[in-house]
């Protein structure tokens, strides 16, 4: 066998593989290809009180008072899980929104079993 019917054959297997899976599994498998260029940790494996940079696509944005204080919160999943992003004191962030692929860091909090990365550094994925 060549080297190129070898090449073939795992083309193939790959177009099978994603013809067989459903679709939310094949995204987490593309999100976790994501995570891994981009040299983040996956939401899975992130700890509480842990400095984290995580990467994924945003689900949700939502404007959200908290105490009196506009706050944007939006939900990164990254295939593996979800932490939610919450910026205080903000009506809009230009960028921040469903569908957007995106980086962000900061130290993360576990409250109530929810993940949450407060005022968080982000980068903007193409």
């Known amino acids: 066998m060549t080297s190129g019917d070898r090449a073939g054959r795992g083309r193939l297997r790959r177009a099978l593989h994603r013809l067989s ?71 809009r962030i230009p960028g921040i929104e469903p569908g957007r692929d995106v980086v962000a860091r900061g130290r993360l909090s576990v409250t109530g079993g929810r993940r949450l990365l407060y005022n968080p550094e982000y980068e903007l994925r193409p």
């Open 21 to 91: 899976v459903d679709r939310d599994a094949l995204q987490a498998q593309e999100l976790q290809t994501t995570v891994h260029a981009a040299g983040a940790t996956p939401v899975a494996a992130c700890q509480d009180r842990q400095r984290v940079a995580v990467a994924g696509t945003l689900r949700t944005v939502t404007l959200r008072p908290l105490a009196g204080v506009p706050t944007v919160e939006a939900e990164l999943y990254d295939g593996t899980g979800s932490v939610t992003l919450v910026w205080l004191g903000r009506h």
